[in-house]
């Protein structure tokens, strides 16, 4: 086993990072249980709270050990903008980010002999499974309503925030480079403000389009899968209660009740019909993957708010003034949407913000370089 260095100074610096961690991991746990309505999933959240603070108080213990006396430190940004997001939105909105956080993070205890020892190694992996589990809707154990709960939203619910912040960003290195290329040929404010405009509305269109195709072919996939199963149904009846039996079977039910629960469930021939969509096709027969429209305004709104940022300098001023504005506006813009991907990277802010505006700034020049070219060609 490889040991961390074996110096005061060092330990001390990893003991407070890890009761940093597990203090702001205790946090969100808190607001998640305050912000789901589901008061059985309300109750996982807060036993999985009162782990990360009993971790808390293991490396808090070490500290006193070293005569060191430590407070509560405020929370951190991610902390604090994850725990906004799931009381605005929901814990579902942000699940599947904490979940690839806990997955991220499941074997950082390995190497660190006083975690070993205290069993935080195997919380960590316990609890990176059952945010996995809640996240993909498979709840080995939870109760009734709770079970229906998973299966339905936090199956759907997917990675909106990523999605998110990718589509803002798809918006705004697109324009921002289409805006560079043309400004590397021409300076003309009006031509550049057309083409920037034509590009905002070209590709959050086409954004929304191909949004709308996805979604509208995906429902009317799973209505097809639907009718086939209540088809089915009808015409085999007794295979059907056999596929239930068989799905509470492999929920752990003994196969007696299995099978006495399935015939039960068959006197209701809609209730049946919901319980195989939903066990047997993973589907949500309320929601068939959400609407279509919806998903084009979202898609459509996302790329044009990114898109936005490269015009913003024509608003006031002109030719290469204009450009230089656009280019620091989105500049901000790209460092402001690499921090946001740190939410669900766990990568430094700093780092993640200033991967994205060197990317986004180094596409842009690439296209300036293009149109700078092809502007000298062109003149002659």
Not at 85 to 106: H, M, N, Q, T
């Amino acid at each position: 086993m490889t040991e961390p260095a074996n110096t005061e100074p060092a330990n001390e610096a990893r003991y407070r990072a890890n009761f940093r961690d597990e203090v702001d991991g205790a946090r969100l746990y808190h607001a998640l249980a305050e912000a789901e309505p589901n008061p059985d999933l309300a109750k996982v959240y807060a036993r999985l709270a009162a782990i990360e603070e009993a971790h808390a108080e293991v490396w808090r213990k070490q500290l006193e050990a070293l005569g060191k006396t430590i407070r509560n430190p405020p929370p951190g940004w991610r902390t604090r903008a994850l725990s906004y997001l799931a009381r605005r939105f929901g814990p579902a909105f942000v699940l599947p980010v904490i979940g690839g956080l806990e997955r991220a993070d499941s074997s950082k205890y390995d190497t660190q002999s006083e975690a070993v020892a205290g069993g935080l190694p195997q919380d960590e992996r316990s609890h990176a499974r059952i945010l996995q589990v809640i996240a993909q809707g498979v709840p080995n154990g939870l109760p009734g309503a709770a079970l229906a709960r998973l299966e339905g939203r936090h199956r759907s619910g997917g990675n909106a925030l990523r999605a998110a912040v990718l589509g803002a960003n798809d918006g705004l290195v697109s324009n921002l480079s289409l805006v560079a290329g043309v400004a590397g040929a021409t300076i003309d404010s009006r031509t550049l403000l057309v083409t920037g405009i034509a590009g905002l509305v070209a590709g959050a269109c086409s954004m929304a389009m191909g949004e709308w195709l996805s979604v509208n072919s995906a429902r009317e996939l799973y209505q097809g899968q639907i009718q086939t199963e209540a088809m089915e149904l009808e015409q085999a009846p007794d295979e059907e209660v056999e596929e239930i039996a068989l799905i509470y079977q492999a929920k752990g039910l003994p196969e007696a009740e299995a099978q006495a629960l399935a015939a039960k469930m068959m006197d209701n021939k809609q209730t049946a019909l919901d319980t195989l969509v939903r066990e047997e096709l993973g589907i949500d027969p309320e929601e068939l993957g959400g609407s279509a429209w919806t998903a084009a305004g979202t898609s459509f709104a996302l790329f044009a708010i990114g898109a936005v940022f490269p015009l913003l300098g024509f608003i006031a001023l002109d030719g290469e003034q204009a450009v230089l504005a656009g280019i620091v506006a989105s500049a901000f813009a790209l460092f402001a949407i690499g921090a946001g991907t740190s939410l669900f990277t766990g990568r430094g802010l700093l780092f993640s913000g200033a991967r994205q505006m060197a990317i986004g700034l180094g596409s842009a020049a690439i296209t300036y370089g293009i149109g700078r070219l092809i502007g000298v060609s062109l003149g002659g």
